[in-house]
């Protein structure tokens, strides 16, 4: 039976919260939870992170005039409490579907979003343009960012937090400490929020009181954690952000209602930047997410009375796995590999090679930034680094692989997870640019694996590059369930493979698009068209041989890549260009990603309206051909 919601159910708007008392606030927190439970359990997404802020919500909903006072979410996984109080009750059991709700922040789906998130760090810099767009209008509203400790490893916050006394006079930062981001936080930030307690007197009495503590039972054990963790913020909080132009206030209970509301309400009223510290519990209220954080911060459908989140088929291995396994073979061999991730190390695989080896893998915190210049120190001085990180993060780092790694030839390693499309988490995390932004470097190794078994062959490339970077692409999602042989081999750098051989149309693919291709092929031989499928395995160095011949000994040739315009069949067209093959008469079509950012769906549909399915890889085949009835074309764009 749903839990009972009779206060929920008078609540359209947050307008409807704000005559209501503290006890009845508490009550619709926990309507709200229940509420966010029962959605995340039919659809999947983030979880933890969303319970931890319920209380926070309703507060910060209660005590503003939203959508006027300007709100805005860190990241966006904590942001499913807040489109309950929206008006998007109706509709979050479309979470992360099709034509359904974002799993993040995005302006087009309420007012009540007034700025997109779904990468981490984003809040204060655009709170801080909030405030100085209101302060240039003379207009009044008050602007609030909510970032959580996991983005505080992040140097867009700070920043942006050093801008801000020299920038408004109002503007809120609400710091949601709740000692973990998806991974537990990582660095020296923390330490250095709590300088003091780095000292020897607290050092030591902290110590002391750690030893005193495992004697106790687990329950005051925990209570002993917390009031530590309070003591550190009093201690500490004055400090470093007084420093920075805030004015510190906390640490405050996070799920404490009574005492949230006072503070908000005073806060609002302080003419200067204010840091309210808050302090959550991720997963607060669901006792499965309160003890196991980590893996409930991104769930898939659960059963909410046990928790047990829904089990897969158990098919193929996912290229994540795929890759880390290989990585720690690798590794085996040579004790210069290092890995390195931006605080994703179960997103990446990399979990697993921190436990073959937990000196040899660093996790840097939300800084992709900082992950490539220091993969570059690495690889400056002998070592061999893999800096893992998903292809929409490393968009965050581009800058460092520019400069501090391409321009010196170094030979940093970039394994670019959650390549091309991503189903559910949508645009925001769509790798759809690496291949452009990759490839227009020079030096670089650009290849991306048909198949895990080629993604296996790509870490041990990968490896033996010793003269300059590299880079290999994978998606999100398993593999075809290849058997692996006994040796994983090396490639030969820029030199691709001939898969399938036919006369009148020539398939050349780039990455996992590979297997649609050869379907393709099928359906072009049911209408009389022998196709020659090829996977290209590099982007860069091209191997023009194999082009070149493609382009002389068909009629048509067909590039596929699942990445957008000015990628691999850019570069294809600019080695035909270049050589005269298209002087010759060769028809050519490059299918590449739409120039949109798709919404979330199932990847199936995704691919389908891009045109990178079997049907749109036909379809541009045939159109290359000059047929006129082409079939079920896709949507992807043709060149």
Not at 51 to 57: A, C, D, I, P, Q
Not at 192 to 204: D, E, P
Request: with cysteine; net charge negative; proline share 5%.
């Amino acid at each position: 039976m749903p839990t009972p919601t009779p206060l929920l159910d008078k609540v359209s708007s947050p307008a409807d919260t704000r005559d209501l008392s503290i006890p009845e606030l508490k009550q619709l927190a926990e309507e709200v939870r229940a509420e966010t439970i029962d959605a995340v359990s039919v659809t999947g997404g983030h979880l933890g992170a969303g319970l931890g802020v319920v209380e926070l919500t309703v507060a910060l909903h209660h005590v503003f005039e939203t959508p006027k006072d300007i709100l805005i979410w860190d990241v966006g996984h904590q942001a499913y409490p807040h489109k309950i109080l929206t008006g998007r009750r109706d509709r979050m059991k479309t979470l992360r579907q099709g034509n359904g709700l974002s799993g993040f922040t995005k302006r087009a789906e309420s007012e009540y979003d007034p700025f997109g998130a779904a990468h981490a760090a984003t809040s204060i810099s655009a709170a801080l343009g909030f405030c100085a767009a209101r302060d240039a209008k003379g207009e009044n509203n008050k602007v609030i960012a909510v970032i959580g400790d996991g983005s505080m490893s992040a140097g867009m916050a700070y920043e942006a937090m050093n801008n801000a006394a020299d920038t408004t006079k109002q503007l809120l930062v609400i710091l949601n400490d709740n000692d973990m981001s998806i991974a537990p936080p990582v660095g020296g930030m923390s330490a250095y929020l709590a300088r003091v307690v780095s000292g020897g007197g607290y050092q030591s009495l902290r110590n002391l009181g750690k030893k005193v503590a495992h004697a106790l039972p687990r329950p005051l054990q925990e209570a002993a954690r917390k009031a530590e963790e309070y003591t550190r913020g009093m201690v500490t909080g004055g400090t470093f952000f007084e420093e920075l132009g805030f004015q510190y206030v906390g640490p405050v209970d996070g799920h404490d209602l009574g005492a949230l509301v006072p503070l908000l309400k005073n806060a609002k009223e302080i003419d200067r930047p204010v840091l309210l510290h808050v302090v959550t519990q991720k997963g607060k209220g669901y006792a499965p997410a309160e003890n196991a954080a980590d893996k409930y911060h991104g769930v898939v459908k659960f059963n909410v009375v046990t928790g047990e989140q829904a089990k897969s088929a158990g098919g193929p291995p996912q290229y994540t796995k795929v890759f880390a396994q290989q990585l720690v073979k690798e590794a085996e061999k040579d004790d210069r590999i290092v890995a390195i991730t931006a605080a994703m190390p179960s997103g990446t695989g990399l979990d697993i090679f921190e436990k073959a080896f937990p000196d040899r893998m660093f996790d840097v915190g939300i800084a992709e930034q900082h992950a490539v210049t220091f993969a570059a120190g690495l690889a400056a001085d002998g070592m061999k680094p893999f800096c893992t990180i998903y292809s929409t993060f490393l968009q965050r780092g581009y800058d460092q692989v520019v400069h501090d790694v391409a321009i010196q030839r170094l030979p940093v390693r970039f394994p670019m997870d959650r390549a091309g499309l991503v189903g559910a988490d949508g645009p925001t995390h769509a790798g759809s640019f690496d291949v452009g932004f990759m490839g227009a470097l020079p030096g670089m190794v650009l290849m991306a694996a048909a198949d895990e078994v080629e993604l296996a062959r790509m870490v041990a490339t990968a490896a033996q590059i010793d003269d300059r970077p590299s880079a290999f692409r994978y998606p999100r999602g398993e593999g075809l369930g290849l058997e692996f042989p006994a040796s994983i081999d090396p490639l030969e750098i820029g030199k691709g493979r001939i898969v399938r051989e036919g006369t009148s149309v020539a398939i050349l693919s780039f990455g996992t698009r590979l297997g649609e291709s050869l379907k393709a092929a099928d359906l072009l031989a049911a209408r009389g068209f022998s196709a020659t499928v090829a996977d290209a395995r590099f982007a860069k160095p091209l191997d023009v041989d194999l082009i070149l011949r493609l382009a002389r000994e068909h009629e048509a040739l067909i590039t596929v890549e699942e990445g957008a315009m000015g990628g691999f069949g850019a570069f294809v067209l600019q080695e035909l260009a270049a050589h005269g093959a298209l002087d010759r008469g060769l028809k050519v079509r490059t299918l590449v990603l739409p120039d949109v950012f798709q919404d979330q769906d199932k990847p199936d549909i995704m691919y389908a309206q891009a045109g990178l399915d079997a049907d749109g890889i036909v379809a541009g085949a045939l159109s290359a051909l000059g047929m006129d009835n082409i079939g079920a074309a896709g949507a992807g764009r043709r060149a």
